[in-house]
């Protein structure tokens, strides 16, 4: 909620049963995000938002097949890119009946 939100430190407030908790994962997330970005800019190579948001968002985590496929159509959908959705999904669903 707003209300738990501190906008000036950019953290969750005590106010909040699970402040800690909280803060402690966002801690953690921008630490890799810190990361990514340094590694990128040690390497030389030119890496946008978008892409330091992805490689931190999956780092360490494995799918399978079904699930990054759901995942695809979902943000697909999401995107209102309803024309690549359906035949994608379409498509899913053909393999996974195979």
């Known amino acids: 909620m707003e209300k738990d939100w501190d906008n000036v430190l950019g953290r969750v407030k005590k106010s909040h049963i699970n402040s800690a908790r909280l803060n ?3 801690l953690k997330k921008l630490t890799e ?7 990128a800019d040690a390497s030389k190579e030119y890496i946008t938002s978008k892409q330091i948001k992805n490689k931190a968002k999956h780092k360490g985590r494995t799918v399978s097949f079904f699930q990054f496929g759901a995942e695809r ?3 697909r959908y999401q995107a209102g890119k309803f ?7 379409s498509m899913l669903i053909n393999v996974r009946e195979f």
Do not use: H, M, Q, R
Request: glycine fraction near 4%; charge should be negative; charged fraction near 20%.
């Open 73 to 75: 159509v979902t943000n």
């Open 24 to 26: 402690n994962y966002l």
């Open 33 to 39: 995000v810190d990361s990514i970005a340094l590694e």
């Open 83 to 89: 024309s690549t959705c359906k035949g994608e999904l």
